[in-house]
């Protein structure tokens, strides 16, 4: 019997759950001696071409010292991982570690023989994909950098799953077998190509959920009423295009039928396959109801039962258990503790929530984490709609309430290429991934709004139904990352409806200037000042007179949108006495026929609710075709074909010159400025910029100073001599400090500085405290430094007590401070502001992800509130800017280089109108938080 040398533990931390390229999912775990049964019963079920193209000749079956082999593993120099559904194998990898020569060897060699065999069945489902990731995973943590794989010519698929991967690949052909060596450390190809599948498979997860082909509803009541009738009557009366049946463990063996649905006292007596099942039993029944769908095949839940992780620790271990045994079975969970989901394609026509009535069709997609806002949301789309289909209404609703396993993550890998969805509204109360959210996000909306209102953001908790990791950073930072992945980031919802309606039913403005007409003076007025307040450029308002016909709006808004010194346009109406309804439908015909001559413009009106002018714009419609914005599919590399000239321009919606009317002058001037803010970002991304290459940066060496000292220590703050070592190995130069513990000392140091030079106090309470009087400049010679001590002594204590030091003066500038942090949930973050009180009291910081591009660090200084004292305000000379770009890329390069460097703080940087000068610095080093976003593909373990 072969022996196992260095025997490791069980690695629990490699087991994840993965979804396929089909939607469905898959466990993924080391495999251990018990499996023995489960692999002689996988292999009986693999073709004999199959095991064939495995072992290059006929193997019908395995020996004992096969299983033996194959199952018996030291999880260092060999490591086998299996893919399950249901607690069986459908597919296996495994790798042995190989010396230069090809033989078994063991750990320093860095090279291992891998090979897979998938069950048939399962065969185009992307399950040896995700195998490569996880094993390849697994091997770079053994310290293996290399993979080789040994693969019969006819063998395609096989050859395609590693040449697909991405990796940099060396191929040989000898004795009549392809021979590929490849490495396994991340590119940006491979990672492309992973982000890639990623999206295919989860949006391919909520799809099947959204579109079922048959829906069975668990725990129908035999009366009206209970929300498992509800549920069902819903679907029923929506009028769901595919087959719906009834379930409940106490319907009568002999009954049939449940008002014309098909009845049945469990899903598996079902006969025929069951897509969708939504439970709605009490949460003891759930394991039952959830055992009985896997078994019938069923391929997703929506779990509107309550009483999981909203209802303290029991309900969230039982919430646990739920995630885990769906997912055994190869099914997702939109819930526990749902409202539902809903689809209004004519295909599907599927209402599986608590809303008694189906929303109005449209172009909208809406994910609501909490049931209560997910109505209130559909009912004001539904009121501000005015009865109109298309745009105005929603293509799908998702409600996720517990959100323990589908997410918005999920929802927005399915509307990234949705067809039917051209703006994403969602209600947020907690961000379960904020890196991976952030990412999705920027690629969303490059193609498509995405408007985001987050609850719960100042009470410094998740919902007590969210399993979510915690973040260090405060809402303000996270909202920041947010708008710097395109996100529209509004407070409420109805902003969040107010900005929707705005971008489902208008192009986007080119740029912030904005012409204001109309008939009321006073209105015209406030929305003047709303612009001025936006930050956008209005034009001086066009007073038409109370006695303005709807022709002379036509003709005045047809004037605007002609003129090249405009870029948007608000009309301000007030009814006109006597003229009701028919007034209302003149006046938003002749609105909607001006815009329909110049289509380029968003055009919004702001209305007193008095009449119906609301209603009537609604309703005007025309059917002038119009080009419109959506993603396109990526090819398995990642890469999307996009024109020579960029990503497409921002066009009207399908078919429509809906004007949204707005009650108040603020909310449709707030819509349009978030607009004008996207609409930016969306032309910025076209030239997204790039992260420069500097002289001065020697990155292995800082990899040595780094690894050197977390061997003294898992976590520590670098001393400054340290830290000043540190940074210069990127080129970040650190104004030299000497501690003056006696006025001797401090004569000594400015000696060895050259004067003049300034003494600091560094005691934590006067730190970066200039305005209490801890710092002197410019001390010139000895005598003006030994009263500056001694002042310093009289006022503060002793010189133990002040910790002061002395530093060479720098050129006077700007006081500012840069930072950067790398957080668990979030990643590398660099934030910039000015030092003192702008940032400490104010909080007048900006942010970014890391890495930082040349265009993220000059937007990043100029983003914050105070950035004008650094371009010449009021007659100050201008700063150098552009050295201060480069000393945040630096710093950028330095954390995303090494991710032991968790938090830098450069403070103050002195940025004068030549040059800069780093007076203060620290860094903190820690082993590196785990980035799930450079792993394989995964979800979230519960």
């Given amino acids: 019997m072969e022996t196992v040398p260095d025997r490791q533990e069980y690695p629990a931390h490699w087991e994840a759950d993965v979804v396929l390229r089909d939607g469905g999912t898959a466990r993924v775990r080391p495999i251990t001696a018990a499996d023995a049964e489960r692999l002689v019963s996988f292999y009986e079920q693999v073709s004999d071409e199959s095991k064939y193209y495995r072992f290059f000749a006929p193997y019908p079956r395995l020996s004992a010292k096969d299983v033996h082999r194959f199952t018996h593993h030291d999880f260092v120099d060999r490591v086998g991982l299996a893919a399950t559904v249901g607690g069986e194998f459908i597919a296996t990898v495994r790798f042995d570690r190989i010396g230069p020569d090809g033989a078994p060897a063991h750990a320093p060699a860095d090279e291992a023989e891998v090979a897979f065999l998938v069950q048939d069945a399962h065969q185009g489902r992307g399950v040896a994909s995700a195998l490569l990731e996880h094993i390849a995973a ?48 991340p590119t940006d190809r491979s990672l492309a190509v992973q982000y890639a599948r990623e999206q295919r498979a989860e949006g391919r997860s909520v799809r099947r959920l959204l579109a079922p082909g048959s829906v069975a509803v668990v725990g129908v009541g035999r009366t009206p009423g209970g929300v498992g009738r509800s549920v069902l009557d819903n679907i029923r009366n929506a ?56 078994r019938h095949g069923v391929r997703g839940l929506v779990v509107v039962s309550a009483g999981y992780a909203e209802s303290g620790p029991e309900g969230r271990d039982r919430q646990r258990a739920l995630v885990r045994q769906a997912r055994a079975y190869g099914m997702r969970i939109i819930g526990p503790n749902a409202f539902g989901i809903v689809n209004t394609a004519p295909g599907v026509r599927l209402n599986a929530s608590l809303a008694p009535e189906m929303p109005r069709p449209g172009r909208i997609g809406l994910f609501a984490q909490s049931g209560a806002i997910g109505i209130a949301l559909l009912s004001r789309l539904h009121r501000r709609g005015g009865g109109v289909t298309g745009v105005t209404g929603v293509s799908t609703f998702v409600s996720s309430g517990n959100r323990a396993d589908v997410s918005g993550n999920d929802v927005m890998q399915y509307w990234y290429d949705d067809p039917d969805t051209d703006v994403v509204l969602m209600y947020l109360e907690s961000i379960g991934n904020p890196r991976k959210f952030t990412r999705l996000a920027r690629r969303t909306a490059a193609v498509k709004p995405l408007v985001v209102v987050q609850g719960a953001r100042h009470g410094g908790a998740a919902p007590q139904g969210h399993a979510v990791r915690a973040t260090r950073l405060p809402h303000a930072t996270v909202s920041a990352l947010l708008r710097q992945a395109g996100v529209i980031r509004v407070d409420t919802i109805t902003e969040l409806v107010d900005a929707g309606l705005l971008l489902a039913r208008q192009p986007l403005p080119a740029g912030p200037r904005v012409a204001i007409l109309g008939n009321s003076e006073s209105l015209g007025l406030l929305t003047h000042d709303a612009c001025l307040a936006e930050g956008l450029r209005p034009l001086p308002p066009l007073d038409l007179t109370t006695a303005a016909a709807p ?12 003129d090249d010194a405009c870029d948007a346009v608000v009309v301000t109406a007030i009814p006109a006495l006597g003229e009701g309804a028919a007034g209302d439908a003149a006046l938003a015909e002749a609105l ?76 449709a001037v707030r819509a349009l400025a978030q607009a ?11 030239e997204p910029g790039k992260v420069p290459e500097y002289e001065a940066v020697d990155e292995k060496a800082a990899a040595e100073l780094i690894g050197g000292h977390l061997a003294r220590g898992a976590g520590l703050t670098l001393g400054d001599e340290q830290t000043c070592e540190l940074l210069a190995r990127y080129g970040i130069h650190v104004h030299r400090t000497l501690p003056a513990p006696t006025p001797d000392a401090a004569v000594a140091a400015a000696r060895a500085l050259g004067r003049p030079v300034a003494l600091k106090a560094t005691a934590p309470h006067l730190r970066h405290r200039a305005d209490l009087g801890g710092v002197r400049l410019d001390l ?38 840069v930072r950067a942090v790398i957080d668990p949930a979030a990643g590398a973050v660099l934030s910039f502001g000015l030092a003192g009180a702008a940032t400490q009291l104010l909080g007048d910081m900006a942010h970014r992800l890391v890495p930082v591009t040349d265009r993220d660090a000059a937007s990043l200084i100029r983003s914050i509130r105070t950035a004008p004292l650094l371009f010449g305000w009021r007659g100050s000379d201008p700063v150098d800017t552009a050295a201060l770009e480069e000393l945040l890329q630096r710093v950028s390069r330095l954390v995303d280089d090494h991710p032991e460097v968790v938090a830098v703080t450069l403070e103050p940087v002195v940025v004068a109108p030549r040059g800069l000068s780093v007076l203060g610095a620290s860094v903190r080093l820690a082993p590196p938080p785990a980035r799930d976003d450079l792993g394989p593909r995964t979800l979230p373990a519960y």
Avoid at 250 to 267: M, Q, T, Y
Avoid at 551 to 562: G, K, M, S
Avoid at 676 to 686: G, S
């Fill in 676 to 686: 004008v803010a996207y609409a930016r970002w969306r032309r910025d991304t076209a």
């Fill in 138 to 185: 697994v091997a770079r943590e053994r310290g293996i950098r290399r993979f080789a794989a040994e693969v019969l010519p006819a063998n395609t698929k096989m050859i395609k799953v590693f040449t697909d991967a991405g990796y940099t690949q060396k191929r040989s052909f000898e004795d009549g077998v392809v021979r590929l060596e490849f490495g396994l450390e």
């Fill in 592 to 667: 909607r026929a001006a815009t329909v001559e110049s289509p380029a413009k968003p055009v919004l009106v702001v209305h007193v609710e008095l009449g119906g002018l609301a209603e009537a714009l609604s309703a005007a419609t025309s059917t002038a075709p119009q080009a419109r914005t959506s993603a396109v599919a990526q090819s398995d590399t990642g890469e999307a074909p996009a024109p020579a000239d960029g990503p497409p321009a921002p066009q009207p919606p399908d078919g429509t010159h809906l004007i949204p009317a707005y009650p108040a002058a603020e909310r």
């Fill in 239 to 294: 009028g769901f295009t595919g087959r719906l049946y009834a379930v409940n463990r106490a319907f009568d063996k002999e009954r049939a039928e449940l008002d014309g649905v098909p009845a049945h006292r469990s899903v598996q007596e079902i006969d025929a396959p069951v897509d969708l099942a939504v439970v709605a039993v009490p949460a003891e029944q759930v394991p039952e109801a959830v055992a009985d769908c896997g």
């Fill in 780 to 817: 010139a010679d000895e005598e003006q430094l030994r009263r500056a001590y001694e002042e310093l002594t009289d006022l503060f204590g002793t010189p133990a007590e002040l910790r002061p030091v002395v530093q060479a003066m720098a050129p006077r500038g700007v006081d500012t401070v």
């Fill in 551 to 562: 022709a002379d709006f036509r003709a005045a808004l047809a004037r605007a949108l002609a």
